[in-house]
């Protein structure tokens, strides 16, 4: 069990990470959502213990990661720039993954390389910005690290390099379950491979929940204005759009049986809202993150 | 395999094959330096001694590679930081031991073969210590150097630049040799120079230490 406690990430005057608390159960995928400069990167850093917290905790099985020898075997953080020596071969890099880490799996690895049409040879300061990413991967996945973190690893690849990796990514986890947190943007992409949603904004948690309650959670409501402005009345507003007498609102919380019948009756159509159209009402500047809490 | 042990052969397996390289094009500059003087000079001056003072300052540059190139390399493989300084300073330890026997023996050979002045057992194991404890500060200094500026960034590591050089500059004026591997400088004696630089090694350690116990890995070497 990974638990996080009032954890905070601080630099200078910026507030990062603001007291987040949060268990994440392990043996689950996780998709940490988040808009630029939330404070993803700062999270996944205190957890792969790349820098130590501000103020509150981590533990990982009720022990803090954060020079832990055996806790950062265990961990796998790959993020969008490369930790490698710019000058050392692809080939090399993998090299060193596979004699430290103890889960490493070569034949993996392999396969991987051949998905992503890698050239080992090349160094990795010579690899494209996509090939760059195709080798995080492999290192991500081929670790086979009971807490694989990877942050933004997608960056530059093209889409058939991306299916590859989801595709692979969920044929190994599937075989070799483990704890993998997924820092992404592309969240249309991803979100059939998520098992819970992790969104945080301007530091502080806004939702976690497993991803088929968060997406029922959302619903926009289209109908005469005057009918669906009495519905959505007591309710969690997140959009709202209208366009002559029509009027469609975004609600955060979901509708049980009684209210989509009261709904159906009014002739007010329910429709769903997909994880990013939630995700971006949730995480919009204008938004009281206190509402959905 | 204990990490520690992991991170030195990693270490020397990346970096020797340039290091021997370079020492190699040295050794061949100085034989070439060496048959030129005694072309030109009669005695022949010694070339070994002025020119192996580089070494010192070599394991200095190992350091500042070790911490800018390989420290987040190691730490996102899952090493901590603690086995990742262990192991790379064990990899300091050898090179400035291997470097500490090389430069009396390249200066008893030199004198073998062209009768150079000077040299004898005694100057040989005061070259020895002389240049382990130069090497030593050297990559001290080197570390804490490249340490603050990773860890404070380029302007806050700068403050820090003049403290962690300490040890390499008290090695440069108070444990410098001559062309005949004697102290160029009187202003201490030996025994004393060489407590006075590993004193100032070792404070500078433990700021090496401080800065990278819990430095936050960055994206690149400027932090």
Redesign the interface.
Known sequence: MISLRDLTVRYGATTAVDSISVDLAPGKIYGLLGRNGSGKTSLL?VLS????PSSGSVTIDGSDP????EL??????V?D?L???EG?RAGTLLD??A???PSWDAELAAKLVATFELDLRKRVGALSRGQRSSLGVVIGLASR?PLTILDEVYLGMDAAARTAFYREMLADYLEHPRTIILSTHLIQEVADLLEEVVIIDRGRLVVHEDTDTFRSRGVAVTGPADVVTVFAEGRTVLAEQSLGRTRQVTLYGGLDADDRERAESAGLTLTPVGIQDLFVHLTSPEHNLEAVR | MNPRRQVTEHLLRTYKSALIGFAGVFVVGVVIADIVAARVADPAPGIWMYVAIAFRYWVGIIAVIFISNNLRQFVAVGVTRRDFMAGATAVGVLASVAFAVFVPLGHGIEYAIHGGSGFSAATGFREFAATLVSCLASFVAGSAACAGIYRFGAWGGLALVIPALLPAAAATIFLTTDSDGQIAADHLSFPLALVVCLVATAAVAVLSHWELKDVTIRRSALG
């Open positions: 850093s213990a790349y820098r130590k954060f020079e832990n020898r950062m075997r265990d961990i796998v953080f993020r720039a930790d490698a020596v050392d060193l993954h004699r430290m880490r690290a």
